[in-house]
């Protein structure tokens, strides 16, 4: 059963870096698709960053040049830097394996002024 945990949010200032983690398990592809989603309350889920299929990788708007999206064996990274207020939201991962994708847990990032 694939299983996907992330870690790594926690309350930080604006202006801080944190990184978040999510290790995957029970799947043996290593370039599937996969990403992070974010929602914060009251508003609408946001995609956040990916790596397609071909091995791109996507930024939204705006996240480009702030965050860094990485993946290694069975783990995938999201270094977050010059963090802002607006990023507060919780992150979760995703992998899709073919028709199916799997979400991790959730990990909550709060960016206080």
């Known amino acids: 059963q694939v299983q996907l945990v992330e870690s790594g949010g926690g309350l930080v200032q604006a202006g801080g870096s944190l990184r978040l983690s999510c290790a995957y398990s029970?799947?043996?592809?290593?370039?599937?698709?996969m990403g992070w989603y974010r929602q914060a309350p009251g508003k609408q889920r946001e995609l956040v960053a990916q790596i397609t299929t071909g091995g791109t990788t996507n930024y939204a708007d705006s996240v480009k040049g702030r965050f860094t999206f990485s993946r290694a064996k069975n783990t995938a990274y999201l270094q977050m830097n010059s963090l802002k207020v607006e990023d507060t939201a919780a992150y979760y991962c995703y992998l899709r394996i073919s028709s199916v994708t799997y979400w991790g847990q959730g990990t909550q990032v709060t960016v206080s002024s």
């Open positions: 029970g799947t043996s592809f290593s370039s599937n698709p």
